[in-house]
């Protein structure tokens, strides 16, 4: 906006940005570091690995202690268990919101918009109870996946991309014939890439980053999400291995690693629907 | 508990949303009738049928749950539920821990919303110019908010561990107990740990109201003679008030529903529940110890919380709205 104000204080405007950089990145950077350190002494110098004190014996310890593998395999099947209901169900539910009329619409749009307010939280008692104790769905996938299968926000998304196309070309794919799936699939959902993408993104870093409810309905160690067994570790399992601090630091970068990796490929992506949402509540 | 909200509500899912576009009015309004009413229907109904037994279904147990005696059974048995009336939610709202979590609300509150609102807003400002790096920043302060809460709690338990870095740092001046063990600042780092994870996202909220802000309403500013502090809080301030209410109704949300940071970072909202939230005592109660009908209750005095504190803080920026016009 007012790039003419800009220039005047823009060395303290940078110094204000570059203190804030620092603030926000160094716990990354000490993460990263320490992960790679034979012993972990806590000090400001250990952030940067150096070669001789580091090695990978800290992803060899968690990796013992949890087992990372079955880790990021349940992590796995949760995350994409979660994309495959919202990027099939919602976009279904999506579609119709926006482009066909039926009875209860906006009964239902405006509980899509309700649900968003209601904080998972308040919910995990009955859940537990009726997924866990009433349904018998503990220590199961279908039991980790069940309330987040479909992403409301995502649905969300996918309708206002939806509404945003021109009718026209739906009334011509209609006057050729076309059934609502086939125009679906031919005409609605090629043109959505780009809230396809932005809503697979925005739906993945919900069930990979998502502790609670994995912790509630998963006791057994095999089926744990690695947010889960490394929170176990943190806890329970710390003295099973030689440098504790080393280890849980090289769990935490795994465990953030997928999401970073995928935020920083599509950055405007993440930023531009959360804030959208985030307007709209 | 929902359906009254929902039926209130139900008109403004036929009015298109302003960022929608010009289109869709056209479309919903006139053009073509409902041929096949049906298929909308099937082609809803998976998610009607989620939010059916995700959402309306638990609400509505819950609240029953809080009237009534409740034991955790074995899946198949039946086991007798009676009515108790309130004695639930005066169990609840005799509870010491329970006020005490309440409290630590206020304490979040208090330390969250200021420090939220000042450094998103200070942030927002320098970015909201032309600058190298501009790309490089926005990215460095959202990459907490994209970020594992266990990873991240991970690194601050280290941080702030009685021998960790900032303890190294602060030397003599280091507190004692430790920072996560003692009852006065245990909940203030919990604060500023959840104020660090999520301001990448106020900072991107405080841009976007930025932009919006009309240029003429600095110009006058200018030809006023107002000086760069004077036109912050004159024209900056007033013009991103809208974005200062959601920061203060998210963090009433946030506060009271905070579990990962008092569980990990605090080992279980310790010292002795100086960190514990309303959420951490709802899993303590409800299944560590098998009290769900508390719990339940608990949760329902939650949501009225809630739903109170965020009314009083809209009700309080719409009052100043009417001012400022």
Not at chain 1, 222 to 234: E, I, K, N, R, T
Not at chain 2, 10 to 22: D, E, K, L, M, N
Not at chain 2, 289 to 306: E, I, M, S
Request: proline share 7%.
């Amino acid at each position: 906006m007012n790039p003419s104000r800009g220039s005047a204080r823009r060395p303290l405007s940078l110094l204000v940005l570059l203190l804030g950089a620092v603030v926000f990145l160094f716990p990354f950077l000490y993460m990263f570091g320490e992960s790679l350190q034979k012993a972990t002494t806590g000090d400001l110098g250990s952030a940067i690995p150096r070669p001789g004190t580091s090695g990978t014996q800290n992803y060899e310890a968690i990796n013992t202690a949890i087992s990372l593998g079955t880790s990021l395999i349940n992590s796995g099947i949760f995350t994409m268990g979660v994309l495959l209901c919202t990027l099939v169900l919602g976009v279904l539910a999506g579609y119709a919101l926006a482009r066909l009329h039926f009875r209860g619409r906006g009964t239902l749009f405006a509980s899509l918009l309700l649900v968003q307010t209601v904080p998972f939280q308040l919910l995990m008692l009955p859940l537990y109870v009726l997924v866990v104790r009433d349904y018998g769905l503990g220590d199961s996938y279908l039991g980790m996946i069940l309330p987040f299968a479909i992403n409301s926000t995502a649905v969300f998304l996918f309708r206002q991309f939806f509404l945003q196309m021109p009718p026209e070309l739906f009334e011509q794919a209609r006057i050729d014939g076309a059934g609502e799936l086939r125009i679906l699939w031919r005409v609605a959902i090629p043109m959505a890439r780009p809230a396809l993408l932005t809503g697979t993104l925005l739906t993945f870093i919900g069930p990979w980053n998502e502790f609670l409810w994995p912790f509630l309905v998963t006791k057994d160690a095999s089926m744990q999400p690695l947010a889960v067994s490394l929170a176990g570790f943190m806890s329970n399992l710390r003295g099973t291995v030689e440098n504790p601090a080393g280890a849980l630091m090289a769990g935490a970068c795994v465990l953030a690693a997928p999401a970073v990796v995928l935020f920083l490929l599509f950055q405007r992506h993440f930023t531009q629907t959360n804030i959208d949402s985030g307007i709209k509540g | 508990m929902s359906l009254p909200l929902i039926s209130r509500s139900q008109g403004s899912g036929h009015r298109p949303r302003p960022q929608s576009g010009g289109h869709p009015s056209r479309s919903q309004g006139g053009g073509h009738r409902p041929r096949r009413p049906s298929l909308g229907a099937l082609f809803v109904s998976p998610y009607a049928l989620f939010l059916l037994v995700v959402f309306a279904v638990p609400l509505g147990y819950t609240v029953w749950m809080s009237f009534h005696r409740f034991y955790f059974t074995a899946p198949g048995a039946d086991v007798d539920a009676p009515w108790v009336g309130l004695a639930n939610y005066v169990d609840v709202l005799t509870d010491p821990v329970v006020l005490r979590s309440f409290l630590n609300i206020g304490i979040f509150l208090v330390i969250n919303v200021p420090l939220t609102v000042l450094l998103s807003l200070t942030l927002a400002s320098a970015l909201n110019a032309k600058l190298p790096l501009r790309s490089f920043f926005r990215a460095a302060y959202y990459l907490p908010y994209v970020t594992a809460s266990v990873a991240l709690v991970a690194v601050w338990s280290f941080l702030f561990g009685t021998d960790g870095l900032v303890n190294k740092l602060l030397g003599d001046l280091a507190p004692d107990p430790s920072w996560l063990v003692n009852s006065t600042l245990a909940m203030p780092v919990v604060a500023v740990f959840v104020t660090w994870k999520g301001l990448g996202f106020f900072v991107m909220l405080y841009l976007a109201a930025l932009q919006s802000v009309p240029g003429e309403l600095y110009e006058s500013a200018a030809v006023d003679g107002a000086g760069r502090v004077r036109t912050f809080l004159t024209v900056t301030v007033p013009g991103v008030r809208h974005a200062t209410t959601l920061v203060t109704v998210l963090a009433i949300i946030t506060g009271s529903n905070l579990f990962t940071e008092p569980y990990l970072l605090t080992g279980g909202g310790g010292p002795d529940h100086a960190s514990a939230s309303p959420v951490l005592i709802l899993y303590q109660k409800g299944i560590e110890q098998a009290h769900p009908d508390f719990a339940a209750a608990l949760g329902v005095v939650l949501v009225l919380f809630v739903v109170t504190l965020s009314l009083i803080a809209r009700r309080f920026t719409e009052k100043n709205d009417k001012k400022g016009a």
